[in-house]
Structure formats: structure tokens, C-alpha cells
Nanobody
């Protein structure tokens, strides 16, 4: 049974934008969870890029994406978004969202999260 499903990836030119979505199943309400966005490039370790604490919608960003990416959520759609602007070739990766009901903060360590989506490919190339 899927709890999280990512979508919105694709091919985009450098400087372009994409918006990724992380949708939760109806039996898995994001209101009470922290959510993280992660990415994994070929041959690289999975890294945290943005997290949100849904209790107060506080958001955090890795230095590599700060000022370019924005995390947000729509409570009524049970969906978390990652708006990605000014994309660079080094942003190319498979992007994942993740959550864990145990967490009361939003760490950047992927090993803190136990519930993951299947990932969506983002390719930034001219």
C-alpha cells in the first residue's frame, strides 16, 4: 500500500522551474507529521534538501538550494510541494519525499525517516 507518491519531475533547461508534489494517502494525514524532501544523484548518497514541520509550517533548506527552492503544503489536498526555481545541472537527481510519525522535528538525515515515496526523476540539461 502506497502512503506517499511523488510527481512533477521531468526534463527542464538550466534556469527553469519545476514543482514537485508529494501526495499522501487518505489514511495517512500529513497534518501531524514532519516531511522531508531528499534527492539522490547517480553514484551519490541520498541527501536532505528541504524539510517542513507541519505543526507550525516551519521550513528548512540545505545551503545548496536556499533561495531557489520553496517547500509548502496544502492541508486540504493532503499534499506537500517543492517549488524549484533557477534549476542547475547539479540539481539532477531522483527526488523523494519522506515522513515518520515519530519525528517532532524535521531532520536532514534520511535515516531518520521510515516512510518514503517511490521517487521522481528531475533532469536539468540544455
Amino acid at each position: 500500500q502506497e502512503q506517499l507518491v511523488e510527481s512533477g519531475g521531468g526534463l527542464v533547461q538550466p534556469g527553469g522551474s519545476l514543482r514537485l508534489s508529494c501526495a499522501a494517502a487518505s489514511g495517512f494525514t500529513l497534518d501531524y507529521y514532519v516531511i522531508g524532501w531528499f534527492r539522490q544523484a547517480p553514484g551519490k548518497e541520498r541527501e536532505g534538501i528541504s524539510t517542513i514541520v507541519t505543526s507550525d509550517d516551519s521550513a528548512y533548506y540545505a545551503d545548496s538550494v536556499k533561495g531557489r527552492f520553496t517547500i509548502s503544503r496544502d492541508k486540504f489536498k493532503n499534499t506537500v510541494y517543492l517549488q524549484m526555481n533557477s534549476l542547475k545541472s547539479e540539481d539532477t537527481a531522483v527526488y523523494y519525499c519522506a515522513t515518520d510519525p515519530r519525528l517532532r522535528y524535521a531532520p536532514f538525515d534520511p535515516y531518520e525517516y521510515n516512510y518514503w515515496g517511490q521517487g521522481t526523476q528531475v533532469t536539468v540539461s540544455s
